[in-house]
Every structure is written in structure tokens, then in C-alpha cells.
T-cell receptor
């Protein structure tokens, strides 16, 4: 079983729509969770951390469900500029290393 | 502005060649990482270094070695390149935290290596 698994998508949504997707992780003891964003042919960049109680950053909302071992990302009022691959990232063993999901591709169309 | 640079954006090598990929960061970060990224597999950690001259194997170290002689520079070496090492290689760095906690990793632009 992979340490971090994501639905690859693609999710094709119109501008202004809401899109949400999940990722599951293998180690119930993991403590740190993140979403990174990777634009086409670019490097990954941190989008937001995911906190136990859930957190928002503008139009982006992240949730953590420890019981079911998944995290989610919701994007409201989608913009064309939100088109990217979103990487679910978990500090699986609570050390220096991160485990990356393969990414969920989101395409926002006009 | 934080910056991680990699020596080449695109590289084409032949099977059996020795390949050097270099990464430099200007943020005085202690930790540096080398990943490869392949479609459907995500980023996989090859090696990381938490201090000068220190290194630890990641999840897929076979066929690779690394060198960290200076804090700002982390090199990935393919001793004898093979076609299955064709991939996107990403370098990253982060500042040190206590074990069990985490600081953001900053990535370089990547090197797309093709081995013929």
C-alpha cells in the first residue's frame, strides 16, 4: 500500500465552481499534513498546512479526519489560475522526510 | 526571496555515463533533499542530508550517490546512468527543526534527465 494516495483526477470544473478532493495516508500516528501546488512544468510550492481543527486560506479549505486517515482540500469560487496539480504531503514518520501523493489535477475552464 | 537553483533544466546522457546534478540554495538551510518525480508515482525521496558531509538514504537510493561538501550545495551522482533513471529530478531544502516537527521545503526548478 502506498503511504499517501490521491485520486489523480482530472477534475474539470467551470470558473466559479467548488471542487473538493481527498487523500488518504497509511500511518495513523502521522502528525503533519500539507497541500502543495505544482503548476505545469514547475516545481511544487507549499499551498497550506492542514491543522487538526481544519483551516482556511482565502478560497481554500483543508480538513483532517484522523479517524479515517484522510485529508481534504476544497476550493471555492474556482479561478482559471487554480488550474494545477495538488500534491497531498504527509510527514508519515514524523521525521525530516515527507511522503508525497502522486497529485490530483484540477483544470478550471472559462 | 528564497532560492534553490539546479545546474541544468534539461540533460541528455547515454547509458553508462556518469551524471552529476548540482543543487545550490541561498537560504542557509541545514536540510537538503533529492527527489525524482515520475507520472503516477509522485515524488520519491532518493537521498537527503541534514548537515555538511552527512547523508541518509531515502526510499530509492539504488544507483545514486550524493555529496555535500558545503552547506549550500548538494550534488546527486548517477554512477552509471541507465534508461530507467530517465526522470524529473527535484532538489529541495528546508531549515532544521526539532525531530518530529517540520519546516517548509523549497524546491528547485527541476532537471529533466533523459538517458538514451
Amino acid at each position: 500500500r502506498k503511504e499517501v494516495e490521491q485520486d489523480p483526477g482530472p477534475f474539470n470544473v467551470p470558473e466559479g465552481a467548488t471542487v473538493a478532493f481527498n487523500c488518504t495516508y497509511s500511518n495513523s500516528a502521522s502528525q503533519s499534513f500539507f497541500w502543495y501546488r505544482q503548476d505545469c512544468r514547475k516545481e511544487p510550492k507549499l499551498l497550506m498546512s492542514v491543522y487538526s481543527s481544519g483551516n482556511e486560506d482565502g478560497r481554500f479549505t483543508a480538513q483532517l479526519n484522523r479517524a479515517s486517515q484522510y485529508i481534504s482540500l476544497l476550493i471555492r469560487d474556482s479561478k482559471l489560475s487554480d488550474s494545477a496539480t495538488y500534491l497531498c504531503v504527509v510527514n508519515i514518520r514524523n521525521d525530516y522526510k515527507l511522503s508525497f501523493g502522486a497529485g490530483t489535477t484540477v483544470t478550471v475552464r472559462a | 526571496d528564497v532560492k534553490v537553483t539546479q545546474s541544468s533544466r534539461y540533460l541528455v546522457k547515454r547509458t553508462g555515463e556518469k551524471v552529476f546534478l548540482e543543487c545550490v540554495q541561498d537560504m542557509d538551510h541545514e536540510n537538503m533533499f533529492w527527489y525524482r518525480q515520475d507520472p503516477g508515482l509522485g515524488l520519491r525521496l532518493i537521498y537527503f542530508s541534514y548537515d555538511v558531509k552527512m547523508k541518509e538514504k531515502g526510499d530509492i537510493p539504488e544507483g545514486y550517490s550524493v555529496s555535500r561538501e558545503k552547506k549550500e550545495r548538494f550534488s546527486l551522482i548517477l554512477e552509471s546512468a541507465s534508461t530507467n533513471q530517465t526522470s524529473m529530478y527535484l532538489c529541495a531544502s528546508s531549515s532544521r527543526t526539532g525531530l518530529g516537527s517540520y519546516n517548509e521545503q523549497f524546491f528547485g526548478p527541476g532537471t529533466r534527465l533523459t538517458v538514451l
